[in-house]
């Protein structure tokens, strides 16, 4: 027999061998359910919360799938997360989440789950703008200096929300108390939706939160935005001073948020969900409503992504030691 009708030639057993290679990818690719799970680690309400659901029918179309998006806010994100973690890196359970992924390490002292060993970045997907709001009934103050004034004049007297220790709403906030060089007490919430609502309510005085989740509110009056933490004026919202123009040339606090998937995602599974949500977010319709809500968005590849998260955990791990937040 010669080697032209071999069945195990040479040139056959190097194309079985590919196949053999290519099988896990591949079999991954085949194995997708016609369901995409989107795990939001935020309450519903937040900003990724605005930002994903403004997205989901592009996102829809651009998977040719269902994405379903699930809340699952618990702990400040961690219960979210760890249910990502536990997932099959089939494709089918993915997450969008904002900085608060990459803090946890630093003020959290016992997580179920590695930042970010434990999970595949696939893209930073881009940013959205922090504003720091008081409650007008409580609060008198318009403008930065009189809001620091006023804090002075009564250490420890109010209050300000979060949408959990540790969160990218806590640490902005005790990081503007540091440089305006003044005290206030914290109330966590469990996520942004109930920190709103009691902002809202005057069950606490002032927070930070993303522009989305207020921004209805600030209009409607009854919230007050006192500056954002932006570098310029977010042009969503153009009449909002920031706190650099204010006096606080220091206090500008980036939020971004992320596409995120199991440990041990297949390449072949992180490059359909990457140009997923490029098609997705360049839907007209998804740029007018990130143009509405201020965000900016900018998408990163997957590798920058990896690269991008250890770096912002250094950072992080900085900004939590300056803020003298201590680890629970």
Same mark, same amino acid.
């Given at each position: 027999?010669?080697?032209?009708?071999?069945?195990?030639?040479?040139?056959?057993?190097?194309?079985?061998?590919?196949?053999?290679?290519?099988?896990?990818?591949?079999?991954?690719?085949?194995?997708?359910?016609?369901?995409?799970?989107?795990?939001?680690?935020?309450?519903?309400?937040?900003?990724?919360?605005?930002?994903?659901?403004?997205?989901?029918?592009?996102?829809?179309?651009?998977?040719?799938?269902?994405?379903?998006?699930?809340?699952?806010?618990?702990?400040?994100?961690?219960?979210?997360? $760890? $249910?990502?973690?536990? !997932?099959? @890196?089939?494709?089918?359970?993915?997450?969008?989440?904002?900085?608060?992924?990459?803090?946890?390490?630093?003020?959290?002292?016992?997580?179920?789950?590695?930042?970010?060993?434990?999970?595949?970045?696939?893209?930073?997907?881009?940013?959205?703008?922090?504003?720091?709001?008081?409650?007008?009934?409580?609060?008198?103050?318009?403008?930065?200096?009189?809001?620091?004034?006023?804090?002075?004049?009564?250490?420890?007297?109010?209050?300000?929300?979060?949408?959990?220790? #540790?969160?990218?709403?806590?640490?902005?906030?005790?990081?503007?108390?540091?440089?305006?060089?003044?005290?206030?007490?914290?109330?966590?919430?469990? #996520?942004? #939706?109930?920190?709103? !609502?009691?902002?809202?309510?005057?069950?606490?005085?002032?927070?930070?939160?993303?522009? @989305?989740?207020? $921004?209805?509110?600030?209009? !409607?009056?009854?919230?007050? +935005?006192?500056?954002?933490?932006?570098?310029?004026?977010?042009?969503?919202? &153009?009449?909002? @001073?920031?706190?650099?123009?204010?006096?606080?040339?220091?206090?500008?606090?980036?939020?971004?948020?992320?596409?995120?998937? &199991?440990?041990?995602?297949?390449?072949?599974?992180?490059?359909?969900?990457?140009?997923?949500?490029? +098609? +997705?977010?360049?839907?007209?319709?998804?740029?007018?409503?990130?143009?509405?809500?201020?965000?900016?968005?900018?998408?990163?590849?997957?590798?920058?992504?990896?690269?991008?998260?250890?770096?912002?955990? !250094?950072?992080?791990?900085?900004?939590?030691?300056?803020?003298?937040?201590? @680890?629970?």
């Amino acid at each position: 027999m010669t080697s032209s009708t071999n069945p195990f030639s040479r040139r056959a057993m190097l194309a079985a061998s590919a196949a053999l290679a290519l099988a896990p990818w591949s079999a991954a690719v085949r194995a997708q359910s016609g369901v995409i799970r989107f795990i939001l680690p935020n309450a519903p309400g937040s900003g990724v919360d605005t930002i994903a659901r403004a997205a989901q029918p592009a996102l829809s179309k651009a998977f040719n799938a269902s994405v379903v998006i699930d809340n699952q806010p618990g702990a400040g994100g961690v219960v979210g997360l $760890q $249910q990502l973690a536990r !997932a099959a @890196p089939d494709g089918n359970t993915l997450a969008i989440v904002s900085n608060n992924v990459v803090i946890f390490p630093s003020v959290i002292k016992s997580l179920s789950f590695n930042m970010p060993g434990d999970f595949t970045p696939i893209a930073l997907i881009g940013a959205t703008p922090m504003v720091l709001v008081v409650n007008p009934k409580t609060v008198p103050a318009t403008n930065s200096k009189e809001f620091i004034a006023l804090l002075k004049s009564k250490p420890d007297t109010f209050n300000f929300a979060s949408g959990g220790t #540790g969160t990218i709403l806590h640490l902005a906030t005790q990081l503007f108390l540091e440089e305006a060089g003044v005290t206030a007490k914290h109330i966590p919430y469990k #996520g942004v #939706g109930p920190m709103v !609502a009691g902002l809202v309510g005057g069950q606490v005085d002032f927070g930070t939160a993303a522009l @989305p989740s207020v $921004q209805s509110h600030i209009k !409607a009056g009854s919230l007050r +935005a006192i500056g954002m933490l932006t570098a310029q004026r977010t042009p969503a919202a &153009p009449e909002i @001073p920031t706190f650099a123009e204010q006096g606080l040339p220091k206090f500008v606090v980036d939020a971004w948020f992320a596409a995120i998937g &199991p440990k041990g995602l297949p390449p072949a599974l992180v490059g359909k969900a990457h140009d997923a949500i490029v +098609a +997705a977010f360049a839907d007209p319709g998804v740029k007018q409503a990130m143009a509405t809500q201020g965000n900016t968005i900018d998408i990163s590849t997957p590798e920058q992504a990896q690269a991008a998260f250890r770096n912002e955990m !250094a950072k992080y791990a900085a900004l939590v030691k300056k803020a003298g937040i201590e @680890p629970e």
